[in-house]
Structure formats: C-alpha cells, structure tokens
C-alpha cells in the first residue's frame, strides 16, 4: 500500500485529455510538500515530467501539466499520442516517515 | 550531459551482502547543491527510496530499513555505493541511482536516473 494513492490505469483515445490523481493525506502533500511526476516507459527507468508542482523541465510537451491543491495533485495530459502510453508515477516527502515517498503508478493507456 | 550507471552482483544468497556501485559522468559527485540517491523498484511495492548523501557531508537512509543499508562515495572515482546487508528475498528489485536537485531537501526531485540494474536474492 503506498503513502500517496494514484488509480491502477487511465485511458484515452488520441488527442483526448486524461487526468492522474495522486491522493496524499496531512504529512505530505497536505503539508505543503512538493508532488513531482515521473513517466515510465516499461524497461527503461524514470524521467521527471512535472517538478515542484507545476514545472516542465526543458524538452517536455506543453501537453504535460501538473496541479496541486490540498491533499491532492493531479497530472493532465492533453492531446494523448500513442507515444504518452506508459507508467505514470507522483512522488512527494512525508514528514512522518522521513522519507521521500512514490505513489504505486498509474499505468495509461491510449486506445 | 549528466548520466549514470549502476553495476554490481545480479544474484545475492540470501543473509549476504547486496552491493551495487553508480558511476557517473558528465558531471561530479563533488558538485554542490545536489544529493545522491539510490531507489529500487519492485512490483510489488513499487518505487522505495532507500538512501541519499551529499557530498562531504550527511547522509540518511530510510528507516524502514533498520540499518541494514549504507550509502558512500568515492570522488577519486565520481561514483557512489550501496550496501544492503542481511538480504531476503524481499530485497529482489531492480536498483537505480539518481541525483537529487532542488532548493529545500524535501523538496527534491530525481533526475537523472541510471538505467538500473535487477538483483535477484536467491540460493
């Protein structure tokens, strides 16, 4: 069972708009820690997407975007291609575990 | 362009010691304001932080580990370490190192990541 709660899988036909949610409680994200999101495509590791809440780093689409309000973050992906199909992952801190925390991914899939 | 690259033993007996070295490049372990992390996945229980250090300085690791793991780093070499002692097979993951940026340490984020490298804890 992971800190932060993220939905098994979302879908989209192409060009559609999906949103992640990332559920965290008043240790971590309620607490005003950042939420970051990482895209992973299976076989390969990790790459940051979102960081600190809302920041794109360079070379990221525009159609990647990220949210933040109380307990909750959210990633919105606009425009799906086929390429966007992979494993999407929120990540925060939580001060009472003294760790930095993953959500369990949310695995998307473009119909 | 800042990359990294774990190596290390791909089988571990159990209760032996698990130990992976990142080497990295294009860049310096010694550089300020950046921490070094190791991560492992697996599928069951996900993304788990384990380790982070900076350079010269502190180090901490999670402590769902209860001591077992041990970050450090070698400058002359740009890499860094993990050992995990007393491993079971709960401990079988694919293992990556990253680096760890942002202004407030809780704050941070990962990137880059290595590729990873899978340990399997078997006899």
């Known amino acids: 069972q992971s800190v932060l709660t993220q939905p098994p899988s979302v879908s989209g036909a192409p060009g559609q708009r999906v949103i992640i949610s990332c559920t965290g409680s008043s240790t971590n994200i309620g607490a005003g820690y950042d939420v970051h999101w990482y895209q992973q495509i299976p076989g390969t590791a990790p790459k940051v997407l979102i960081f600190?809440?809302?920041n794109r780093p360079s070379g990221v689409p525009d159609r990647f975007s990220g949210s933040k309000s109380g307990t909750s973050a959210s990633l919105a992906i606009t425009g799906l291609q086929a390429e966007d199909e992979a494993d999407y992952y929120c990540?925060?801190?939580?001060?009472?575990?003294?760790?930095?925390?993953f959500g369990g991914g949310t695995r998307l899939t473009v119909l | 362009q800042l990359q990294l690259q774990e190596s290390g033993s791909g089988l571990v007996k159990p209760s032996q010691t698990l130990s992976l070295t990142c080497a990295v490049s294009?860049?310096?372990?010694?550089?300020?304001?950046?921490?070094w992390s190791w991560i492992r996945q697996t599928p069951g229980k996900g993304l788990e932080w384990l380790a982070y250090?900076?350079?010269?300085?502190?180090?901490y690791s999670n402590p769902s580990l209860k001591s077992r793991v041990t970050i450090s780093e070698d400058t002359s070499k740009n890499q860094f370490s993990l050992r995990l002692t007393s491993v079971t097979a709960a401990d079988t993951a694919v293992y990556y190192c990253?680096?760890?940026?942002?202004?407030?340490?809780?704050?941070?984020?990962?990137?880059?990541w290595g590729q990873g490298t899978l340990v399997t804890v078997s006899s």
């Open positions: 990253a680096r760890a940026g942002g202004n407030v340490t809780s704050n941070n984020w990962f990137d880059p």
């Open positions: 250090f900076y350079h010269g300085g502190s180090t």
């Open positions: 600190g809440n809302t």
């Open positions: 990540q925060s801190y939580d001060s009472s575990l003294s760790v930095w925390v």
């Open positions: 294009g860049g310096s372990i010694s550089s300020g304001g950046y921490s």
